[in-house]
């Protein structure tokens, strides 16, 4: 028995994943940089409909391809993608290098099916990668394991991609092999990569919420983490299957709600105490350019969505989708403007602040930085009243942000409430005031 238990231990602790110091580091640098662009982009965008255009009408592999004969992006500029994010006070890009449709927007030798047989004939990923490097920006790379176009993936299990008229067997085997031969191109090629943002995996389960949601392959993920890893040992690993983390993953995102919500239908899980947090959105409704999507959220919106995730410890991806010829509409780039406009004022509210400590409340969140918690007014608090409860710190002075004119409060020490009466104007996306701490 004992002998058996023993053998027990050592198999699960060779299972066990160990993230390496580099890693470890990573993860809290991850968490000071609050703030990354997403980017939505690919052939798909040329039909402006969204990055799912393929699979909505049951476009067939063969007539998809056509798409790759007149991809050319002339206008993408990287230089100004890169200052754009950098101006809107976004500390890292996570760049579509490959995503259902199955395209690849890099020079990769594993798939015809790529930037470098289109006439614009160019390595988007390198010109990006470079000019990352130049201005400072961390890199990201999203990567699809749910393919649309490839025989050998698994369609016949899966829930979507299921009409574009592949009748081949699949075969994991060898789709699993490609995955890891191009892994191996982007982490080999492109310099240092911060992470890989892996998407898909629900392609295999039943849908969200339905309580039992195994998957229906087994996608071998310790083979690919661990290849990424002894690659590069610093990049994190996530991944947006929609469940609780899994062993080799460093990060864990939410898709479309900030962690611990459950709006749009896809965050049933738990937001994890140990990794670091990401939620991604949309300026407008879509991911990749959709020409008929006027529905774009105000600037307040994104600067509460943003301060709303640094409130509960968590990242904010926003995204762009830009236009088929790389040229990014002018509403994204005003709004970024203006996000940029917000930081630029109050990043010290926001950059390497730990949230969580005090739970969200209704009238907004508590962002802290070493000996300061900084209160976030999103909503009009209730008969001027702002309660922290929880609160087990001394306080030596609060005051608001922009005026430096003290709060009045009180702190009833037995129950740990701190009262704040103050108030906000409603036009303001949010009110700061800063609490000292002794
Ligand atoms: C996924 C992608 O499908 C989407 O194109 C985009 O890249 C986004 C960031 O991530 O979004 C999902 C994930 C799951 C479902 C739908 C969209 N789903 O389960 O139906």
Redesign the pocket.
């Known amino acids: 028995m004992l002998v058996l238990t023993l053998i027990g231990f050592v198999h699960l602790a060779k299972a066990q994943y160990k993230p390496s110091p580099e890693n470890l580091e990573a993860r809290k640098m991850f968490e000071q940089m609050r703030f990354g662009m ?1 980017i ?1 982009w690919g052939p798909s965008s040329l039909l402006g409909s ?3 255009v393929m699979n909505n009408r049951n476009i067939q592999v063969n007539d998809y391809r056509n798409l790759m004969n007149f991809f050319n992006p002339t206008a993408f500029d990287a230089k100004e993608y890169v200052a754009l994010a950098k101006n809107a006070g976004m500390k890292y890009i996570t760049f ?1 290098t490959r ?2 449709d199955s395209f690849s927007l890099w020079d990769t030798k594993q798939s015809d099916f790529n930037i470098m047989n289109t006439p614009y004939k160019k390595d988007v990923l390198k010109m990006l990668a470079d000019e990352c490097n130049k201005q400072g920006i961390k890199l990201f790379l ?1 990567y ?1 394991l ?1 393919d649309w176009s490839r025989n050998d993936y698994p369609y016949e299990t899966g ?2 991609g299921k009409k574009t008229g592949r009748i081949a067997k699949s075969d994991y085997n060898s789709y699993l092999q490609f995955m890891k031969n191009q892994l191996t191109e982007l982490l080999t090629n492109y310099g240092k990569i911060s992470g890989i943002w892996f ?2 995996h ?2 295999q389960t039943n ?2 919420g339905e309580a039992y949601t195994p998957s229906r392959i087994d996608w071998k993920y310790d083979e690919i983490y661990s290849l990424i890893h002894k690659l590069q040992p610093w990049c994190l690993i996530g991944n ?1 299957h ?1 469940i609780d983390p899994i062993n080799g993953e460093d990060f864990q995102m939410f ?1 479309r709600d900030l962690p611990g919500e459950n709006k749009a239908g ?1 965050s049933f899980q738990a937001a994890s105490k140990h990794l670091p947090l990401e939620t ?1 959105e949309t300026i407008n409704g879509s ?2 350019y959709n020409i008929t999507d006027n529905k774009f959220k105000s600037d307040a919106k994104i600067i509460k969505l943003l301060v709303g995730a640094a409130g509960r410890n968590a990242n904010l991806l926003l ?1 762009i989708g830009p236009m088929p010829n790389g040229q990014i509409q002018q509403q994204f780039v005003d709004t970024l403007g203006a996000v940029g406009k917000w930081l630029a004022k109050y990043g010290e509210t926001i950059y390497d602040t730990k949230g969580n400590i005090i739970k969200p409340q209704d009238w907004g969140v508590v962002t802290f930085k070493d000996k300061v918690a900084y209160v976030h007014l999103l909503e009009n608090p209730k008969n001027d009243i702002v309660e922290l409860p929880n609160f087990n710190f001394k306080v030596k002075s609060i005051t608001g942000f922009d005026d430096h004119v003290n709060v009045k409060y009180t702190l009833d020490n037995k129950s740990s409430k701190l009262i704040l009466h103050t108030t906000k104007d409603k036009s303001q996306a949010d009110k700061i005031i800063k609490i000292q701490l002794k």
Request: hydrophobic content about 20%.
């Open positions: 997403f939505h969204g990055e799912w579509i995503h259902h999203y699809s749910l829930r979507t998407d898909g629900w392609d849908k969200e947006n929609h898709e896809y991604c991911w990749g995204n």
